[in-house]
């Protein structure tokens, strides 16, 4: 590390088990994130920000007004431009060491595997099950961490999946849910929750320090406040995970 990085991250690095050690992890790790709206636009400014070295946006379509009260890697100014080249710029402004590929594409079997692959970590943030579930199988077939964080209305969720080991998306949904709507009620505040979230359990998984979440199912009610850590076993039958 640069002294300019050093200073830059020096109060993270005072956290016990993590230390320089733990930066220069981070440092040399590549994490995928499918979107950058309020969830994954919120994880990507928490990495970016804790000098994870390179991190890939994959995300589609041109920026709207009715974007701008959750998603905080965009710019009134940007409206009518391409989402994913204003986060690319906002992440770099933040923290210029850290290296940022913006894809103006969504999630698809087109381009899953070979994103997936450039990848030590996938955070899942797509409003659309199909996407979150073909992540979901790349992930498992190339052994790769995936980190799925979710909202609508006041509610948030996140869960940490390590093929092999934990149960993968497919294991409770193996099929996008048909009352699904692309369109629902959000709150950034909320979004945010679970972006910050799964930023922080990316890292822990990444520099193996802490607990992680890996094995359980966080989620969040911002109505009454109502906080579950809830365990998810395997299903064995899984079609996806289920012979791994």
């Given at each position: ?6 200073q830059r991250y020096e109060w993270q ?38 000098g994870v070295g390179r991190i890939i ?188």
């Amino acid at each position: 590390m640069s002294p300019e990085e050093r200073q830059r991250y020096e109060w993270q690095m005072w956290t016990e088990g993590f230390g320089e050690a733990g930066q220069e992890k981070l440092k040399v790790s590549t994490v995928l994130i499918s979107r950058c709206g309020g969830v994954g636009g919120t994880a990507a400014l928490e990495l970016a920000a804790a000098g994870v070295g390179r991190i890939i946006l994959a995300h589609g379509g041109d920026l709207r007004l009715d974007d701008l009260n959750r998603q905080l890697l965009m710019t009134t100014a940007h409206v009518g431009k391409p989402r994913v080249d204003c986060a690319v710029t906002r992440l770099s402004e933040l923290n210029p060491n850290v290296e940022v590929i913006g894809v103006n594409e969504n999630i698809s079997e087109a381009n899953v595997e070979a994103l997936v692959q450039q990848a030590d970590l996938v955070i899942s943030a797509a409003p659309l099950f199909e996407e979150r579930l073909l992540m979901n199988r790349a992930c498992v077939q190339q052994g790769k961490p995936m980190v799925d964080a979710a909202m609508f209305d006041l509610q948030c969720s996140v869960m940490p999946i390590v093929p092999g080991q934990t149960a993968c998306l497919a294991c409770l949904t193996p099929q996008p849910p048909t009352w699904w709507k692309r369109e629902f009620p959000v709150f950034g505040a909320v979004s945010g929750t679970a972006g910050c979230i799964a930023a922080m359990e990316s890292m822990k998984l990444l520099v193996g320090f802490g607990e992680s979440l890996a094995g359980h199912l966080m989620a969040i009610d911002y109505r009454t406040m109502h906080c579950r850590k809830m365990a998810v076993a395997r299903d064995l039958s899984c079609p996806v995970c289920g012979g791994k």
